[in-house]
């Protein structure tokens, strides 16, 4: 029994440390951030871009570095569906049908943590969920750090990963293809 005792204070102590090397910022995406999810189809491409209005307010994240990694706990933005303009109301109905908009309000990308390559490359652990579906990505984001950070990058993304079927228009003569482009530049105020 003293073993078992000796084994979780030990184990408790050892959680009380790591809980404490977690340091909390207040982060704010700043408007003059941008968003864009961009298609195509076989008659035009198509780019959708984040009203920053929608965005929530200031969130407390924790983040800790170890070497040239940093890791991160609350680290999410949360976008809502009906703040992308994808410039008609006819295609912002299709994104929205597309999404299941209805079912599922909201985009979350979820960054649990940055290697850095350098002081101002890294690779970005990002989880990203749409219309319920979780998937994990590794994205290249260059890196400005300061009072406000900035964090720009784009990912290529299969919207069949995520179970969604592309509209398809007058009789299927006109096809969304699946892949879309997610390019953002987030700033980012301490």
Same mark, same amino acid.
């Given at each position: ?51 920053? @209005?929608?965005?929530? =307010?200031?969130?407390? %994240?924790?983040?800790?570095?170890? #070497?040239?990694?940093?890791?991160? *706990?609350?680290? $999410? ?40 390559? @350098?002081?101002?490359? =890294?690779?970005?652990? %990002?989880?990203?969920?749409?219309? #319920?579906?979780?998937?994990?990505? *590794?994205?290249? $984001? ?49």
């Amino acid at each position: 029994m003293k073993k078992i005792a000796f084994v979780l204070l030990v184990l408790f102590h050892s959680a009380m440390i790591h809980a404490q090397d977690f340091q909390n910022i207040k982060a704010t995406v700043l408007p003059s951030s941008q968003l864009t999810i961009i298609g195509d189809s076989n008659i035009a491409a198509f780019q959708c871009e984040f009203d920053n @209005s929608y965005l929530e =307010g200031a969130q407390i %994240v924790k983040y800790r570095k170890t #070497g040239n990694t940093i890791n991160f *706990n609350g680290a $999410v933005l949360s976008l809502n569906n009906r703040g992308f303009d994808c410039g008609s109301k006819g295609i912002n109905r299709d994104f929205h049908d597309l999404l299941r908009s209805d079912e599922y309000p909201k985009i979350r990308l979820e960054v649990n943590k940055i290697d850095l390559s @350098s002081p101002t490359l =890294g690779s970005a652990h %990002v989880i990203i969920t749409i219309a #319920g579906k979780h998937r994990t990505y *590794n994205v290249p $984001v260059k890196i400005k750090t300061g009072t406000i950070a900035e964090f720009k990058g784009k990912l290529e993304v299969n919207i069949k990963n995520y179970d969604l079927e592309p509209p398809k228009k007058l009789f299927g003569m006109i096809v969304v293809k699946d892949n879309i482009e997610i390019e953002f530049d987030l700033h980012v105020k301490k």
